[in-house]
Structures are given as structure tokens and as C-alpha cells.
């Protein structure tokens, strides 16, 4: 009788959970790409919030320990990319029990933006380990009638 050994990840039922409602609810306010590069895979993925406003939309990013100098942030063919990294720290403890909770390394994430953003007036903000992306929403051009000119 042969014993295999499994790997338990306490989150893989979350993270199969938000890939099912992915599928089914594909139209999302901002969509994070599916399309995948060796440089887009990290360690971690920060949990993030995303918020339309009457004037923005927004995107609130955990990232304890992440030093500012450590993020990245791009905006590239409609696309809201943000990558960073968290240092691993080692303690050693000689007695009692010792465990690491937190992930550590690099993350990458990226958002497709809506058509109604203003990619030139993005700001971002970072405060006690929360990173703020605001994207305001371009001005709406009012419907006008159009005089047709007889010749």
C-alpha cells in the first residue's frame, strides 16, 4: 500500500470559489486578465477592492509591509497592471513553536479598465499598508443636436 503525501492549502476552496463566480458573471466592472505571463505569476496575491463612484472608480490594495519604493504601477492598451514585493523575514525560535503565516515575495496583478476611464489622471495613494488607485471617469460629452446645412 502506497501513502501520498498532499499538499493543503487552506485557501484553494476560496480561490475555487471566485474562479467559478468568474465564470459566471464574466462582465465585471474591471476585469483582471486571464492571459497569464511568467512575469504576471507571484508568490501572493493582495486582496483588493474595486468601487465605482459618480466621478471614479477605485482600487484598494492590502499590502502590509510593502514598502512604497517596492510597488509598481502601470497603465498600458487599457490594461491596470500592479506588481511589488514583500521581503521574507526569518526569526528562529529555540523552544516553543514557530510558524509563518504570512506570504512573502512578489505579486502581480492586472485590471482591464472600462472605456469611461481616464487613463492620464490616474493617482495612487499609500497609507498604513493600503495602496488607493484613484481612476477618474472621463467627462461625458452631452448629447447635441447637429444642424444640417442645405446647399
Known amino acids: 500500500m502506497t501513502m501520498n503525501a498532499?499538499?493543503?492549502?487552506?485557501?484553494?476552496?476560496?480561490d475555487r470559489l471566485h474562479r467559478d463566480a468568474d465564470r459566471f458573471f464574466p462582465a465585471r466592472l474591471l476585469a483582471e486578465h486571464e492571459d497569464h505571463t511568467p512575469r504576471e505569476i507571484g508568490n501572493w496575491q493582495p486582496a483588493v477592492d474595486i468601487k465605482e463612484e459618480e466621478n471614479r472608480f477605485l482600487i484598494r490594495a492590502d499590502v502590509p509591509g510593502v514598502a512604497a519604493a517596492d510597488l509598481e504601477i502601470t497603465m498600458n492598451d487599457g490594461a491596470l497592471s500592479i506588481h511589488g514585493h514583500r521581503e521574507t523575514t526569518t526569526e528562529e525560535e529555540r523552544e516553543g513553536w514557530h510558524r509563518t503565516e504570512r506570504l512573502s515575495g512578489q505579486f502581480y496583478r492586472r485590471f482591464s479598465l472600462p472605456e469611461a476611464a481616464d487613463a492620464e489622471s490616474i493617482e495612487a495613494d499609500y497609507k498604513d499598508g493600503v495602496l488607493e488607485i484613484s481612476i477618474p471617469k472621463q467627462a461625458k460629452s452631452l448629447p447635441r443636436r447637429i444642424q444640417v446645412n442645405a446647399s
Open 6 to 14: 498532499i499538499r493543503y492549502n487552506p485557501w484553494s476552496l476560496m
